[in-house]
């Protein structure tokens, strides 16, 4: 049982989302100091779930519709709000000229809070501790003690997953660390926030219809 929730972690782990594109955005932008940053507050949001988690606070949200949709809302929208700052951000850079320039006005002030904020809402992680955890637990058991044994496993393995895809972010902005290339790698990264943001924004509102 074990084995197969390490699994299903790691799948879920390396499936793009919110998280995984943070980490990757920060990195290209900031380096990887910031991008492990950004990963760490990930990190304490899915531990913010595990408490909530322990509470029955999750479950209780899980049965209330409106309120769940509401959250994925608030989620959606912060996600279009990193992809327009990202847009913004890149944009002012065009008249810079020096890539020293790019990357002193593209420096996430707070990656960490960045990385909170998105796993906080991130309905992509509510799902994971609504749907994804049931399954492995035993209601014979103890249930804190297998929630704690559980999220010892899955936290390190979202750290190291995310982690991994802050490096080898870090190595492309290292070889491709130009003037041009940068402006249009936060272009690009705010397109992708923005698109996903509204993607998840329009599905969400016309479920609530």
């Keep these: 049982m074990i084995i197969a929730f390490f699994l299903a972690t790691l799948l879920s782990s390396l499936s793009p989302g919110p998280a995984v ?3 990757i955005a920060v990195s290209l932008r900031s380096g990887v100091a910031a991008g492990i940053r950004a990963v760490l507050g990930v990190c304490a949001g899915s531990l913010v779930y595990f408490l909530l988690a322990l509470g029955g606070v999750l479950a209780f949200l899980a049965t209330r519709r409106l309120w769940f949709e509401v959250l994925q809302l608030v989620g ?31 420096q996430d002030p707070r990656p960490f809070r960045g ?7 991130n309905p992509k992680a509510i799902l994971y501790w609504t749907a994804l955890l049931p399954p492995f637990l035993d209601p014979a058991r103890a ?48 397109a992708l926030f923005t698109l996903l943001g509204s993607v998840l924004l329009i599905s969400t509102l016309v479920r609530m219809r």
């Design 115 to 121: 990385g909170l904020v998105t796993q906080l809402s």
């Design 143 to 190: 249930m804190r003690a297998q929630l704690t044994l559980l999220v010892a496993i899955g936290i390190p393995v979202d750290f190291v997953v995310l982690s991994g895809y802050v490096l080898l972010a870090a190595s492309a902005r290292a070889w491709l660390a130009t003037l041009r290339f940068q402006r249009l790698l936060g272009l690009g990264a705010g």
């Design 21 to 23: 594109l943070l980490a």
């Design 76 to 106: 959606a929208a912060y996600l279009v709000w990193l992809g327009l700052s990202a847009i913004h951000a890149s944009w002012s850079t065009a008249n810079s000229s020096t890539a020293a320039t790019v990357s002193a006005s593209t």
